[in-house]
């Protein structure tokens, strides 16, 4: 009897243990749940009730489409507490379509807050696209910006594969699948197809310019022939407005828009997942080189010296 009573006891008491441990899974599962969530959150654009804010947005590098900063772009749009942008730019340009798509949003923003564009060293190309998008342009003498265009590049490697022997092979639907393409000659067809396409996205770009900056079509075009210029001389040309920095930008935003000098100056800041920087990076650089059509950055390019 002493025997079952102990078997019966413990039983007690493995019920009660299973019990124990299944109510500390679940509450643990809710725990992960509610990290969880508040990762997510952190990830997202919050500042905290801190009133009125004037957000500091970073453009650095090339520019390719980026939905991280897209996405907080257009969380700023929805905030209303939001007075204002500085978009600080130190960028030679990127993707045609990156440099559009930053553009689009950030004009999406200034249709109910004013921009204001800080370029650093060099703003040029795409960056310069970025850049139009704010409603007030302010750089550096000595930043290199312009270099209004649009480029493809690829390369020709058939001598060198002939002097090896070796023969490519392509069989393709039509004579214009693929060009150019570096293991075969480009042929005037193709070239001219090229050219239609490269001719047809600097219409654009002029556009754009012509437009933001208030300028006629022709005059942008003549400034648009590749160059660079430095600050002082784009104020010059009317490309930008001011000569300055950050404190300009600032000095703007409260004299000539009637932003608060009270609001907060806050920076944008992305969270971006680890492993998807590590993807890009292998993506936008590595795996590109070991592309055969890695020379393009994944398209059209609006860049200075993409070299």
């Known amino acids: 009897m002493a025997l079952d009573a102990d078997i019966l006891l413990d039983r007690r008491r493995l019920k009660k243990s299973i019990f124990r441990w299944r109510v500390l899974a679940v509450v643990a599962i809710i725990i992960a749940i509610v990290v969880a969530f508040a990762r997510s959150g952190a990830d997202d654009v919050v500042w ?18 980026d939905p991280y900063l897209l996405d907080a772009l257009e969380q700023i749009e929805g905030d209303s ?15 045609m379509v990156g440099g559009e798509a930053l553009f689009e949003s950030l004009r999406r923003i200034g249709e109910t807050r004013p921009i204001v564009a800080e370029m650093g060293t060099v703003a040029a190309s795409g960056g310069y696209m970025a850049a139009i998008a704010a409603d007030h342009i302010i750089a550096h003498r000595g930043t ?10 690829s390369m020709n490697f058939t001598g060198t594969l002939e002097k090896l022997g070796v023969e490519p092979l392509t ?8 060009v150019p393409n570096p293991f075969e000659p480009t042929d005037d067809a193709a070239r001219t197809a090229m050219e239609s396409l490269i001719s047809d996205m600097f219409g654009v770009f002029v556009d754009m310019v ?7 079509t022709e005059t942008v075009r003549q400034l648009a022939d590749g160059r660079v210029y430095t600050g002082q001389q784009a104020v010059a040309n009317g490309l930008i407005d001011e000569i300055g ?24 800041e992305i969270d971006y997942p680890e492993d998807s920087l590590m993807t890009a990076l292998f993506e936008g650089n590595i795996g590109k080189m070991l592309s055969s059509e890695g020379l393009k950055l994944d398209g059209l390019l609006t860049v200075w010296q993409p070299e």
């Open 245 to 268: 920095g950050r404190r300009e930008a600032l000095r703007w935003l409260q004299d000539e828009m009637g932003v608060s000098p009270d609001a907060a100056v806050v920076p944008l």
């Open 210 to 216: 012509a437009d933001r900056r208030g300028m006629d």
């Open 144 to 153: 290199v910006t312009g270099s209004i265009g649009v480029i493809f590049q």
């Open 171 to 178: 069989v393709k639907s039509g004579p214009l699948k693929a």
């Open 81 to 95: 507490d939001v007075a204002g942008l500085i978009v600080h730019i130190n960028s030679p340009g990127g993707t």
């Open 48 to 65: 905290g009730n801190i009133g009125p804010r004037i957000v500091e947005v970073n453009i650095e590098g090339v520019i390719t489409e």
